[in-house]
């Protein structure tokens, strides 16, 4: 059964950047058939797609974000990750991340990022 | 961006009966269409995609129908557990993907 975990600081402070990872058992990372992606919930409100990688590197952003948006993949560690630089308080929410074919179909349990002083 | 758009915010219906939650995209999504469930505290779980495709593991008591900009998730006889948030969400014109702001399903 495949699952997803996240993990990293659930405090950063305004400014910084916030960093997270995803971490993949029970199956490859680097199947061809599949995306990975991440998706934020801010306390209270909906999901918001933050953007997608490929196995090989390729990546697709939100453009509302992408100017602050990295998302990088290291396939030895069966591992995924999130970067999110000049962080304010409308950052703070639930991150997750999924497995995307052409839909999300394996989540994380997803991990709460405030962005406090 | 394509924007989604569920109604209504919020449904009220007794156990046992049927639901009924639309979702609207501002342009042609074609069946490139999923659906979720999420109940507090967890992550949401996929319920359709395609529009109409039970995911695995999904009661039957769900179907979904539509194409183009309207949609609808039907849910057949609710049960207790099925009382929570189901947002849509399209995949057919991306980035970015979107979802719409979500339907509160409450026990009437």
């Known amino acids: 059964q495949l699952q997803l975990q996240e993990s990293g600081p659930g405090l950063v402070k305004p400014s910084e950047t916030l960093s997270l990872t995803c971490t993949v058992s029970?199956?490859?990372?680097?199947?061809?058939?599949?995306?990975w992606g991440w998706i934020r919930q801010p306390p209270g409100k909906g999901l918001e797609w933050i953007g997608s990688?490929?196995?090989?590197?390729?990546?697709y952003y939100n453009p509302s974000l992408k100017s602050r948006v990295t998302i990088s993949v290291d396939t030895s560690k069966n591992q995924f990750s999130l970067k999110v630089s000049s962080v304010t308080a409308a950052d703070t929410a639930v991150y997750y991340c999924?497995?995307?074919?052409?839909?999300?179909?394996?989540w994380g349990q997803g991990t709460l990022v405030t962005v406090s002083s | 961006e394509i924007v989604m758009t569920q109604s209504p915010a919020t449904l009220s219906v007794s156990p046992g009966e049927r639901a009924t939650l639309s979702c609207r995209a501002s342009q042609s999504v074609s069946s490139n269409l999923a659906w979720y469930q999420q109940k507090p505290g967890q992550a949401p779980r996929l319920l359709i995609s395609g529009a109409s495709t039970r995911a695995t593991g999904i009661p039957a008591r769900f179907s979904g129908s539509g194409s183009g900009t309207e949609f609808t998730l039907t849910i057949s006889s609710l049960q207790s557990e099925d009382f929570a948030v189901y947002y849509c969400?399209?995949?057919?014109?991306?980035?970015?993907?979107?979802f719409g702001q979500g339907t509160r399903l409450e026990i009437k």
């Open positions: 990688i490929y196995y090989s590197g390729s990546t």
């Open positions: 999924a497995r995307w074919e052409s839909s999300f179909d394996y």
């Open positions: 029970g199956g490859s990372i680097s199947s061809s058939s599949y995306y």
């Open positions: 969400q399209q995949y057919n014109n991306w980035p970015p993907i979107t």
